[in-house]
Structures are given as C-alpha cells and as structure tokens.
Nanobody, 120 residues
Framework: QVRLVESGGDLVQAGGSLRLSCAASGRVFSINAMGWYRQAPGKQRDLVAVISSGSRTTYADSVKGRFTISRDNAKNTVYLQMTGLKPEDTAVYYC??????????????WGQGTLVTVSS
C-alpha cells in the first residue's frame, strides 16, 4: 500500500516562513505529478502547487512569488517552501501524488493533511 506522510505544519506569524515535506512510502516504482492542495474551514480544497516528474511547476495565482515547490525523485518526496505567509494561507495542506506506479497499477494517493495556521 502506498502512503503519503506530510510534516512541517505549524503556527506562524504573518510574514513568516514554513517548509512542508511529503514522503511517499510503500511499493512505489515511479510517480508522475506531486502537488499540494489546501482546504480552509468551510471552503473547497484548492490547488496550491504541482510539480511534474520533469520538474515543470504550476502555482495558484495567490501563492506565486511566495511559495516554491520542489521534489526529490530519489526519495519520492515533495517539498513546499512557503514565505511571506498571510493569514489567508491558513488551511489544512494536503499532499497529492498522481499516476503512482506500484508495479501493477496506477494510483492517485492523498496524504492525511498538515495544519498551517498564520496569525496576524
């Protein structure tokens, strides 16, 4: 079974920085896209950033210039460096992996979420 485990969520003041990490474990041969989504209370889950296996990146307009996504393919890990945090960035951040090849099938996997709280 493939799992995604996130870490790095915390309480931080506005203007501060955080780095989220997400590691895939289990029977993983390859992963196409890895990304981060977030869900604030009472709102839908939205894309924050995604990175392809070839390191092509896409960002939500609201985080461009402040957040940076990266990945280590050898470790099946994706990172989200967040700077210039704002109270509106407060949300549960979920890691996602698409087209995970486990040797017999392709999977889409979600992490359990990590809470980021930005105080004003």
């Amino acid at each position: 079974q493939v799992r995604l485990v996130e870490s790095g969520g915390d309480l931080v003041q506005a203007g501060g920085s955080l780095r989220l990490s997400c590691a895939a474990s289990g029977r993983v041969f390859s992963i196409n896209a890895m990304g981060w989504y977030r869900q604030a209370p009472g709102k839908q889950r939205d894309l924050v950033a995604v990175i392809s296996s070839g390191s092509r990146t896409t960002y939500a307009d609201s985080v461009k210039g402040r957040f940076t996504i990266s990945r280590d393919n050898a470790k099946n890990t994706v990172y989200l460096q967040m700077t210039g945090l704002k109270p509106e960035d407060t949300a549960v951040y979920y890691c996602n992996a698409k087209q995970v090849w486990d040797g017999s099938r392709y999977l889409e996997v979600w992490g359990q979420g990590t809470l980021v709280t930005v105080s004003s």
